[in-house]
């Protein structure tokens, strides 16, 4: 079946460290999308990319950083940076242009150990 | 800023009743709106969407009506069953600029109890 597969589902960061959440697509899309969920909030936009090897920053990106060097694959790393970290993270994705329905993974958890 | 905001943080229903939860928007150049369902540890899941030339669309037990004039849009489920259950959220774009990125902008989401 088609979709969108997140690894690992469940992540921890020790203090100084850089973690990188993985996001893969079967979908045959252009665009891919990172978002930042916490506990009670709707998504907020981290990163996109409409195409390989090109992304934009979205609302909050700050402390995070991608790669787009296959169209099926849109990693994201969390560096330590980011001050707080503790949040589910959702990768989705999309076909090109406006008006189109994003699909999305079943998440990645990151905890601060 | 632009937002996109529920009236009803959560509702409660018996299950065989018809659930309505809504969604207002304050951008006015917004012409395509999303719902979704999200389940507890999992991604949303795509429910329906209405472009802004709309009033009305309909799904299998599921309808989305927009009203333009008063930057509202509305979920009504049919016969709301027990694995309704779960965060509803509505979301909306705009190609305002001629981009062909149509960004997302999310509610916070309403809360959906089914009882039997």
């Known amino acids: 079946d088609g979709g969108i597969t997140q690894s690992p589902k469940y992540l921890f960061r020790k203090e100084g460290q850089n973690v990188t959440l993985s996001c893969e697509q079967n979908?045959?899309?252009?665009?891919m999308y990172w978002y930042r969920q916490d506990p009670g909030q709707g998504l907020r936009l981290i990163y996109y990319?409409?195409?390989?090897?090109?992304?934009q920053k979205g609302d909050i990106a700050e402390g995070y950083s991608v790669s787009r060097e296959k169209k099926e694959s849109f990693p994201l790393t969390v560096t330590s940076a980011q001050k707080n970290p503790t949040a589910f993270y959702l990768c989705?994705?999309?076909?090109?242009?406006?008006?189109?329905?994003?699909?999305f993974g079943d998440g990645t958890r990151l905890s601060i150990l | 800023g632009e937002s996109v905001g529920l009236h009803l943080p959560t509702l409660s229903v018996q299950e065989g009743d018809n659930s309505i939860i809504n969604c207002a928007y304050s951008?006015?150049?917004?012409?395509?709106f999303i719902w979704y369902k999200q389940e507890s540890g999992k991604g949303p899941q795509f429910i329906i969407d209405?472009?802004?030339?709309?009033d009305k669309r309909q799904g299998q037990r599921v309808t989305v009506l927009l009203n333009k004039t008063v930057k509202h849009l509305s979920l009504q489920i049919a016969a709301t069953q027990p694995g309704d259950s779960a965060v509803y959220f509505c979301?909306?774009?705009?190609?305002?600029?001629?981009?062909?990125?149509?960004?997302?902008?999310f509610g916070q989401g309403t809360i959906l109890t089914v009882h039997p």
């Open positions: 989705a994705s999309s076909e090109l242009g406006g008006r189109q329905p994003q699909h």
């Open positions: 979908l045959n899309h252009d665009a």
């Open positions: 990319s409409q195409i390989v090897n090109d992304f």
């Open positions: 951008n006015s150049a917004s012409d395509y």
């Open positions: 209405i472009r802004s030339n709309m």
């Open positions: 979301a909306e774009s705009s190609n305002a600029g001629g981009t062909s990125y149509g960004k997302l902008t």
